[in-house]
């Protein structure tokens, strides 16, 4: 069973920092790519990062790019969202989003149950 | 960036009843890289639907995508109660960041 844990949320003032983690297993972790969805209190979906299966490329949303930073480390089983230079609006839920075809960038399958990250001051 | 169009906001329909869902690309989605997914309250989001047309694991055959190019549908004949949900549209071609549409909200 394919199962995704996002940890690392919390409360964080304008202009901080903070790391988000998501643990996955059930499926080869080194063989898909991952992403990050957010959404915002009562609103819709917005697409914020994606990684390949190795690492080799990432992607980013204009509206965090050259703020938040993807990244991975496949022995661990982990995906990471470094985030900084917080704004009131990054105020979400953060979803780790597994990606549904092995090496490639496709549809999203499986959806962790997210992590809330709140900014304000 | 395409951005994504759905229609109506809101449907508000009885159980039994056919639901059909517009979701509307400001430009064409190459190979029909549209998904459709739903979210019920305090869940994270389901796949539904790839490829604009063929269901995901598990997704009953009450539920249909099709459409080509710039338009898209989603069909949910006979609605079931565990069907009121909102659903929201996404493509997924060319490379990342990709986009969604803002929701259609089914209710009763």
């Known amino acids: 069973e394919v199962q995704l844990v996002e940890s690392g949320g919390g409360l964080v003032q304008p202009g901080g920092s903070l790391r988000l983690s998501c643990s996955a297993s059930g499926f080869t972790f080194d063989s898909f790519a991952m992403h990050w969805v957010r959404q915002a209190p009562g609103k819709g979906l917005e697409y914020v990062s994606a990684?390949?299966?190795?690492?080799?490329?990432?992607y980013y949303a204009d509206s965090v790019k050259g703020r938040f930073t993807i990244s991975r480390d496949n022995s661990k089983n982990t995906l990471y969202l470094q985030m900084s230079s917080l704004r009131v609006e990054d105020t979400a839920v953060y979803h780790c989003v597994k990606d549904s075809r092995s090496r490639s960038l496709w549809s999203l399958d499986y959806w962790g149950q997210g992590t809330l990250v709140t900014v304000s001051s | 960036e395409t951005v994504l169009t759905q229609s109506p906001g809101t449907l508000s329909l009885s159980p039994g009843e056919r639901a059909t869902l517009s979701c509307r690309a400001s430009?064409?989605?190459?190979?029909?890289?549209l998904a459709w997914y739903q979210q019920k309250p305090g869940q994270a989001p389901r796949l539904l639907i790839y490829g604009a047309s063929s269901r995901a694991t598990g997704i009953p055959d009450r539920f249909s995508g099709s459409g080509s190019g710039t338009d898209f549908t989603l069909t949910i004949t006979r609605l079931e109660p565990e069907d009121f949900a909102v659903y929201y549209c996404q493509q997924y071609a060319n490379s990342p960041p990709w986009t969604f549409g803002q929701g259609t909200k089914v209710e009763i």
């Open positions: 990684i390949t299966y190795n690492g080799g490329s990432t």
């Open positions: 430009q064409r989605v190459s190979s029909n890289y």
